[in-house]
Structures are given as structure tokens and as C-alpha cells.
């Protein structure tokens, strides 16, 4: 490391009392050199142990081991010297083929040697889109622009730059003389102000953000362009050959409309300045940047495009070369650059938008699947729905989403974390690492569709050749909980085709229920109400419904399963009829053709009555409705005889089926306030 003899002083002064300079006294040895603090004032100073006095740079290293900055010229004491230091420019001579072949990465390429040779010939012929060749950053240089349009005339609050650390100053200084000497921003003295953040990022450097937030709130909404994530990875799975292709900063590379440009404003310490090209996170960007790219690479068959991420795959390796050509010569044709090291070349499979996709289907990543496993409970709601996001992410891989979330969506605004929390946050980790492979559809075979419904939520399975191809799911509604089952049902199946529409519409499809009374919904002519609508919605598809039993069929029944567990586990119910020994001997489960749990004499009594009235379960219901769902549950001998003893004596059931019918006008009274479903709100007596 060079010397700093003869850099200027500088100084730190805290309030009036004293002032500090420091100055070193010798050369560097082993990279450590000493230095003299000095105290200007009147007062003593203490300096703590592992107070920072000073902040260290690297530097250019000259002939003569020091620093001359500006020459002759007088540099007045309180210049901040790190500014006159030569700035390195991205821009370079233009790399030699030799050069910009060793930037290309070929982990995993499953090309030939002669492919490779092939491949490195098109790249070099293509060499202008790629950013490495001569570090300048790419323009799109086609007629179309971003034009901002605002909603209403009003002026954003007129905002300051904040105060900052000297870190952050130099930073931003760096950033905005690098930006002007790009061509990418320029003094503005617009009114729509936004405020400059800067971000660690992994490698701890500095990302210089523009908070648009207050700005976009102004700015008229736009049609968005941008394709579903879902459609993209189910379309490019089932290839063998993968090429991944990255822009370099590709809203950047976008020109911004001249009369839009004072919208696109930002303030800091130094002044105001104005995008000239398009900036990240002001609305309309992303749907900017994804129609220009469709344009760029309009035609070229299996090229699937996410903003700034373009993927090329196809069957044979040929015709997977000849894409690759294509694509790169149309970023160059169009002044557009990618990033030549971060670009994958021929590989079996490709990671794109979080998954991984090869010729058996896609896949879960590894990698986005860890960081959400490694994550401990949450503790606050945020940290819930973050959680949640997250893993929501994965949802189409995962059977049964939206029962193993429910307790989690069921704390989401008031949190309070319990047993049936906590399992359910184990639940959704375990699934997400046995996360399903997704097969890609053949277009030319037919689809299978098992659905399932419960009062909890709704499920349905699309498959192709006994192949999972997509998983549905969702909680019910409060209102839809009231539904009786053949409406649950109902509802199930017209979810599961309006959630596979784009795979089966205009294509025979085959529907597996274990529900018979479906079977003759399409055949009534004479259903009123949801109902009705219901059946609408179906006969806008080719299906057929086959019934198959519950025990026979088995994705419906793995539906259906974890509904119990949902409301049965995850629920405080067995925590307040059993006792909580683990340990205990008494209880065990029972098989004899379903799984069912044996229960012992002593809570027989309590289970029955919270059974028959609990809101999710017996609701007071009708006996052989109750019965057969608690038998699907729960075994004892004589079981029949202990339900009809208790729930036959119910009162409130009594009550409801024994209400007098000559009750005087002068007994009439206020009826209280109902606690729960299923219990009278008012009543007249005419």
C-alpha cells in the first residue's frame, strides 16, 4: 500500500472545544503504519479503545509512492481529496477474441467440442451485445419510448435531502458523476421530487435506489404487459437443451421520453438531476421494458422472456444454436447488451424465475427452497406474511396449500402463535422439500382433473398419464362455509376448471369425482340460484364426470386427508378434552381399513359433546350427519350407543325441535345477542 504522507490534513471537529487532526509519521511495514493524533483545543479529549479515527482507501500506486493530487494547485483545506482521485470507466478497447472466449462459462454444457467451436464462433460474429466487449452500456436505439402520463396535476410534497454519513455522500457522488459521464441523467430543476436510497448489497457494495413511491401514486396506470410466471416455466419445461441470457441493466438500456424525464427527478446533497433513461421501480417501467423486449425477439420460436431474463431452449441441438444466433443477433441489431459471464449455454436444465425446468418438468429450486427452511418461526405478523409469501411462491408443487395454511392465514392480522401454528409451519416446510415435479403437458394426450371439497377449503389435481401437471387450491370463504356439501362440490369443480382453463379449454378433459350426486348436475334442468350458475360455468367446458369411490380413489382421498388434520390438530380441540402427557399409553391408532384414533373412557364423554357442538365440526346437526364424520375420525366399542346417548339429549338440539306454539304475547321478550352460527337471531310470535 502506498504512503499518505502527503495527502492534506484533515480534520474532525465535535463542537467548539477542540479540533483533532491526525497525519502518519512513517512508510507502510506488513500493511500497518503509525499516526499522530493532535488535540487543537483547550480541552481533554478520551478516546475510547477501537474508536475509528480515520478511514483507510486503496489507491492507485505511482512511481514515486505518493499521492499528488492536482499539482501546483492550491487544494483548499477542507476538500474532500477522495473526489479528485481518477475515476475507472466501465468502457474499455474492445476485447480480443481470445479475450472474450475466456469470460464465457461452460459449467455444465452438455455441448459437443465441435458445438462449443460452433457456438464460440457466433458469439464472437455477435460480439457487440455483449457488455464485455467494450464495457459501454447498451441503448435501444428503436422508436418506442417510455411516456409517462400523470393522473392529476397535482405537485408532490416538495422534499430535502437528507442528512448523511460521509460513507454515503461519497457514494452517492461517485454514482451521479459515473450516471452524467453515461449519458444517463441530467441537472433538472423539475417540482416531482424523489428521494435517493442506497442499499447493501451482498457483496457490500452500495446499489443507488430512487424511492418513486410518492411519484407513482400521481402517474395514470398503465396496461400491464408482463406474463404470468406459471405459463413461462410450464411452456419452456420439457426440452433438452437450456440457454439462459441476462441484459445488463435492462430498464437502463431503455430511452425515457424527453417530456417524461422531469417526472423521473431525484434530489440530492449536490442538487437535481433527471433520468434520460428508464429507472427501476417508477410505474410503467416493467411493462415498457417487457413489450420493447417482445419486440426485439418477436418470431423466434421458443425464446421466453421475463423483463431482463430471456431463456432459448428446443429439442434438437441445432436448432437450439441457430436460436441462440438469432437471439444474440437481434440484442446486437438493436444496440442492447447482455451479460457474456452470467449467460449459461446449452445445459439439460435451466434455473429461471426461481424454479429449475428440464425435459422431465419443473422443479422446485434447491437453493430458494433452503432459504425458506432455514428460516425460523415467526414472530410477528410481518414476519408471517413473509413467510407466507414466500412459500406461496411454491404453491402450484405443494397438494393441499391452502389446508396446511390455513393457521397461519387465520393469525395473519392478530398474532398468537400456538401448537396449531407452529405445526403448520412445520407442515409447510416438510411439503415444500417433498415438493411435486411438475410434468410438462403434452398438448396431444388427454387431462384428468380429481377434485375435492370439505368445509374447510377446496382441492383439485390436473393430470396427464397418472403425471401430476398442476395442483389448485384454496380456503373457503365465511360465507361459503355455510354451503351445504353438494354446493362445496360444486364449487370445487368449477375452481378446478376455471384454475386449469388454459390446459384444458377447448379439449376433452375427464373429471374423477367420489361425490355421485355430481354426476347428474349437467343433466338438471331445473336448478335455480348458484346452482344454476354453477352449472353454466361447467358446461362451458368439454369435460366428462366418472364417479370412482372414495377408497378407490386415491388423489381425492390425499385431498380430503388433511382436512381433518387441519380442523382436528391444528385446533385447540384436543387440547382441552385430552390431556397433554405425550408419554401416555392410552392412546393409539387404529387401523381396520381407515386410520382412525382409539380413544380411552375417560374423555369419551367430553370429545362427544365439543364434537357435536364445535362450529367447523357437528355444528348440531342432524345425527347420521355428525356420526359420519366422527366415525371417520374416532373408535371405541359401543361408540354408537355412547353418540346416541349424548347428542340425542342435547338441549339446545332439544330446544330447536320442541319450540311451544302457544307462548302468550305478555312472555315476549328481547332476544340476547347470538354467540356463535347456527343459533337464533329474532323470532316473532303472530
Not at 93 to 116: F, V, Y
Not at 258 to 266: K, L, M
Not at 451 to 469: H, Y
Request: with cysteine.
Amino acid at each position: 500500500m502506498p504512503s499518505i504522507t502527503n495527502v492534506p490534513v484533515k480534520t474532525a471537529s465535535k463542537g467548539s472545544d477542540h479540533i483533532m487532526t491526525y497525519y502518519q509519521t512513517g512508510p507502510v511495514i506488513d500493511n500497518k503504519f503509525a499516526v499522530i493524533l493532535q488535540n487543537h483545543g483547550a480541552n481533554t479529549v478520551l478516546i475510547p479503545a477501537n474508536t475509528e479515527i480515520g478511514t483507510l482507501h486503496s489507491i492507485e500506486e505511482v512511481d514515486d509512492n505518493t499521492i499528488r493530487i492536482s499539482g501546483d494547485e492550491i487544494i483548499p483545506e477542507d476538500a474532500v481529496w477522495e473526489d479528485s482521485l481518477p475515476n475507472y470507466p466501465e468502457s474499455h478497447a474492445p476485447l480480443t477474441r481470445e479475450q472474450l472466449m475466456d469470460s464465457i462459462s461452460w459449467t455444465n454444457c452438455t455441448l459437443s467440442p465441435k458445438a462449443k467451436e460452433l457456438l464460440q464462433e457466433i458469439i464472437w460474429n455477435n460480439r457487440t451485445a455483449f457488455f464485455e466487449y467494450d464495457g459501454n452500456a447498451g441503448l435501444y436505439n428503436g422508436d418506442e419510448r417510455l411516456n409517462i402520463e400523470l393522473a392529476t396535476s397535482e405537485l408532490p410534497q416538495r422534499i430535502r435531502p437528507g442528512r448523511r454519513s460521509r460513507e454515503i455522500v461519497i457514494e452517492i457522488d461517485k454514482k451521479v458523476e459515473d450516471m452524467l459521464e453515461k449519458g444517463m441523467i441530467e441537472p433538472s430543476q423539475s417540482p416531482y421530487l424523489s428521494r435517493v436510497v442506497l442499499v447493501r448489497k451482498k457483496d457490500m457494495k452500495w446499489r443507488f435506489v430512487v424511492d418513486f413511491r410518492a411519484i407513482n401514486q400521481l402517474i395514470k396506470q398503465q396496461s400491464h404487459l408482463i406474463p404470468r410466471i406459471d405459463r413461462l416455466i410450464k411452456e419452456a419445461s420439457g426440452h433438452k437443451y437450456y440457454s439462459v441470457f441476462d441484459l445488463k441493466q435492462g430498464f437502463h438500456q431503455i430511452p425515457l421520453d424527453e417530456h417524461s424525464r422531469r417526472i423521473a427527478a431525484f434530489v440530492t446533497h449536490r442538487g437535481i438531476y433527471q433520468y434520460k433513461v428508464m429507472p427501476i421501480g417508477l410505474t410503467g417501467s416493467p411493462d415498457k421494458l417487457q413489450d420493447i423486449m417482445n419486440k426485439v425477439l418477436s418470431n423466434i420460436p421458443d425464446c421466453y422472456i421475463y423483463l431482463d431474463d430471456i431463456l432459448t431452449c428446443f429439442q434438437d441441438k441445432k436448432s437450439h444454436i441457430r436460436n441462440i444466433d438469432n437471439t444474440l443477433a437481434r440484442i446486437a441489431e438493436y444496440n442492447m447488451k447482455i451479460t457474456l459471464n452470467k449467460c449459461k449455454f446449452g445445459q439439460k436444465n435451466a434455473q429461471y424465475l426461481g424454479y429449475i425446468i428440464d425435459f422431465d418438468g419443473i422443479h422446485s429450486n434447491p437453493d430458494k427452497v433452503k432459504a425458506i427452511t432455514d428460516k425460523r418461526e415467526p414472530k410477528t405478523e410481518k414476519e408471517i406474511k413473509s413467510f407466507l409469501g414466500a412459500v406461496s411462491y411454491f404453491r402450484r408443487h405443494i397438494k393441499n396449500f391452502s389446508t396446511l395454511a390455513e393457521p397461519l392465514y387465520r393469525v395473519i392480522n392478530s398474532y398468537s402463535w400456538t401448537s396449531a401454528q407452529s405445526d403448520a409451519f412445520k407442515a409447510l416446510k416438510k411439503a415444500l422439500i417433498n415438493a411435486a415435479v411438475l410434468a410438462p403437458p403434452n398438448h396431444t394426450a388427454s387431462y384428468t382433473i380429481y377434485t375435492n371439497a370439505s368445509f374447510q377449503d377446496l382441492g383439485a389435481a390436473l393430470t396427464q398419464k397418472n403425471k401430476s401437471i398442476a395442483f389448485a387450491s384454496r380456503s373457503l370463504k365465511p360465507a361459503e362455509k355455510n354451503n351445504p356439501i353438494i354446493k362445496l362440490e360444486v364449487l370445487g369443480l368449477v375452481h378446478a376448471l376455471q384454475q386449469f382453463r388454459p390446459y384444458i379449454y377447448g379439449k376433452h378433459a375427464k373429471v374423477v369425482t367420489d361425490y355421485k350426486p355430481l354426476l347428474a348436475l349437467l343433466k338438471n334442468k331445473e336448478l335455480t340460484g348458484i346452482l344454476q350458475r354453477y352449472q353454466m360455468a361447467i358446461m362451458e367446458y368439454d369435460i366428462t364426470i366418472v364417479y370412482l369411490k372414495g377408497e378407490d380413489n386415491h388423489v381425492a382421498d390425499y385431498l380430503s386427508r388433511t382436512e381433518f388434520n387441519a380442523i382436528l390438530l391444528n385446533e385447540d380441540l384436543f387440547e382441552e378434552v385430552f390431556p397433554k402427557n405425550e408419554e401416555s399409553n392410552d392412546y393409539s391408532i387404529c387401523y381396520r381399513g381407515k386410520r382412525r384414533v382409539l380413544v380411552p373412557k375417560v374423555p369419551r364423554e367430553e370429545l362427544l359433546r365439543r364434537f357435536h357442538s364445535y362450529p367447523l365440526l357437528g355444528q348440531h346437526f342432524g345425527f347420521d350427519k355428525i356420526a359420519d364424520k366422527f366415525c371417520l375420525i374416532f373408535f371405541w366399542p359401543k361408540m354408537l350407543e355412547d353418540m346416541k346417548r349424548i347428542w340425542q339429549n342435547c338441549e339446545v338440539c332439544w330446544k330447536v325441535k320442541h319450540q311451544p306454539t302457544n307462548l302468550a304475547a305478555t312472555n315476549t321478550k328481547t332476544i340476547p345477542k347470538p354467540e356463535g352460527i347456527w343459533e337464533t337471531l329474532n323470532a316473532d310470535y303472530i
